[in-house]
């Protein structure tokens, strides 16, 4: 069975930081194959990708204008994690974030509720 299974996310103020993990199992091919990435949705809006990093296949990285300079997105592929650190944290950055994988089959994690507030 395959899980992706996020952790980290929190409340935080404004200005603050936040560091999202993602372990993977279960995969059918090596993790380090598959795109990963990190998307986010925020009540009564869409999902939409945060950041993208490519495979062994390539693809590179990839972040959303709204994030650019302030979150770096990296993964460990002998441990089969992919990390999403955040800084320089806004309001509008609120949101439940969601790992995702790809390569031939698609898969998503659960969920973490990131909460940026005073």
């Known amino acids: 069975q395959v899980q992706l299974v996020e952790s980290g996310g929190g409340l935080v103020q404004p200005g603050g930081s936040l560091k999202l993990s993602c372990k993977a199992s279960?995969?059918?091919?090596?993790?380090?194959?598959?795109?990963m990435a990190w998307y986010r949705q925020a009540p009564g809006k869409p999902r939409d990708v945060v950041a993208r990093?490519?495979?062994?296949?390539?693809?590179?990285?990839y972040y959303s204008d709204p994030v650019k300079g302030r979150f770096t997105i990296s993964r460990d592929d002998y441990k089969n994690t992919l990390t999403l650190e955040m800084n320089s944290l806004k309001p509008e950055d609120t949101a439940i974030y969601y790992c995702?994988?790809?390569?031939?089959?698609?898969?998503w994690g659960q969920g973490t509720q990131v909460t940026v507030s005073s």
């Open positions: 995702h994988g790809h390569w031939i089959d698609t898969y």
């Open positions: 279960g995969l059918r091919f090596r993790f380090s194959i598959y795109t």
């Open positions: 990093m490519g495979g062994d296949g390539g693809g590179g990285t």
